[in-house]
């Protein structure tokens, strides 16, 4: 196994880790030893030094493993890969005027030998369609040509196709699709947890119509090849959807899937109404198809994958009874509450088995807002399709990126999937954006 | 050579997570300084209901979301701004100690003077802190003072 390899660079301080780790239950009687100046390691940054070397074995059904492509790119959001393999990644902050980064697996043994940068802005979105990369900032859209070897070939001046999005630093990341005939998809997510008057304020109710609905709080759809076009020219495709990260193009059915961010905070906004248990457990997120003029109901209903029904939201009168949303469409499935869907990709490949194809990748980021409750997610999980529809339960395909079971919460875990991409053979690659980690899982039989 | 330090290294490291993990439990009136325990108590229970959900059990926050309360300048340093973040909450995207947090946070002006004064001192002495306590009348002064947002 490849992980083997970049386990051995690690092997002391994996071993120091073992040894601590022994020493924890004996704590009281380890720490007698004395006091030592330990401060110097720990007090810079916690959050830096605590998700350290660790094993990056991931628990994959049978069949099925993963090489480590890259590692320690920095915050990798969604990713791409072109016909000939070239992986490339967008990053949430450029690093060293670097926002994305281009690697290559010249020798072809699963881990990238070869890596460069360019585009000086961070973001989420990254795609590759005709002979185009696709990238994007919490604003704006560009595009950069690529050769007969899918090398950049205007690395400093993309195309800008799209300008002028909102971004008020709240569910502020743009993702992009783009489908078989001519047109990118964006999110523009909602600066809100439910459209109150004051943003997650007990007491503050419901604005009705919600103003954030106009520009935010759904998707819109643009010309893929077209400069600077913003609002004015793009088409409002779909609304009523509080965020997106992951979406995809599902060629099968040719149509666009979303997968949303619900809502949170019920118990804190309405204790009398939800306990704590109850608001770790509400509502689902949800994966929707969209089409033009699609409304998924948010801010007014939230969906309640226990009750299996579209409830009032308790902004607007809800009591965790009242059903509403007569106008807003049902989710296509419904996975726990507060997982965070961060991509979506509908295997097209040949190389895993014939149950995969056309089935739906999902990255979960994973949870914050169970506490006190387990966290939740930090895995990428398989639907199955078939017809167009999800055709069985879904299932946890890879797992263990937090790192075990006690690193399962936003500030342990190890890492956190956050983007997916299918590769020319058939391989599905996993970003994380914790570490900036990038795997390859194949299948072999 | 290498395993002293390493043992060093070790046992320095698991002397901190002992203090720390000392003064995540109830804190009695050990040491000097430290806030009567009910005090403590009362903070806690606010804590559990109000900043709980984003601040996670441990303080620690939630990276890129909801800032942490370890040992932060917001936190140790003076009381007025600390309390002024209680009663008018935060826009997102502030920047904390070099990192920036996207989450909103909501006002808090529903809270009394007692229970902001409650909670934040017992942030201020848990989850490694250990700062001043913050009074009731502390708070009525800064709230009088303090506009509401918008």
Known sequence: MQQLIQQQKIVSRKSMLLIAGLCVAGLMACAGNGGGDKKKDTTTTTRRTAPAEVDMTLKLPAGFSATVFADSLGRARHLAVTSNGIVYVKLNRARGGKGIIKLEDTNGDGKADKMSGFGNYGGTGMAVKNGYLYASSDQEVFRYKLDGNNNVTNPDQPEKIITGLLNRGEHESKSVALDNAGNIYVNIGAYSNSCQLQDRAKGSMGQKPCPILDSAGGIWQFKADQPNQTYGTGVHYASGIRNTVGLDWNTATNTLFIMQHGRDQLHDLFPDIWDAKQSAELPAECMYELHKGSNCGWPYIYYDQIQHKKMLAPEYGGDGKKTAGEDAQDPVEAFPAHMAPNALLFYTGNQFPEKYKNGAFIAFHGSWNRAPEPQEGYYVVFVPFKNGKPSGKWEVFADNFAGGPENVNPRGAKHRPTGLAQGPDGSLYVSDDTRGTIWKISYKK | ?150
């Open chain 2, 1 to 150: 050579m290498k395993r002293s330090r390493i043992l060093f290294v070790l046992s320095g490291g698991l002397f901190f997570l002992a203090t720390l993990l000392m003064s995540q439990t109830k804190k009695p009136a050990a040491r000097s300084a430290a806030p009567p325990a009910a005090v403590m108590e009362r903070g806690k229970q606010v804590y559990l209901e109000q900043c709980l959900a984003c601040h996670q059990v441990d303080g620690g926050g939630v990276p890129n979301m909801n800032p942490p309360l370890i040992k932060t300048k917001w936190v140790l340093g003076p009381k007025m701004p600390l309390v002024q973040v209680v009663l008018n909450g935060m826009k997102g995207d502030t920047e904390i100690e070099g990192e920036t947090y996207h989450n909103v946070m909501a006002p808090h002006r529903d809270l009394t003077d007692q229970q902001i004064s409650d909670v934040l001192t017992y942030v201020r002495n848990s989850f490694g802190n250990k700062a001043s306590a913050i009074s009731a009348a502390e708070v009525k002064v800064i709230r009088a003072k303090t506009k509401p947002v918008e």
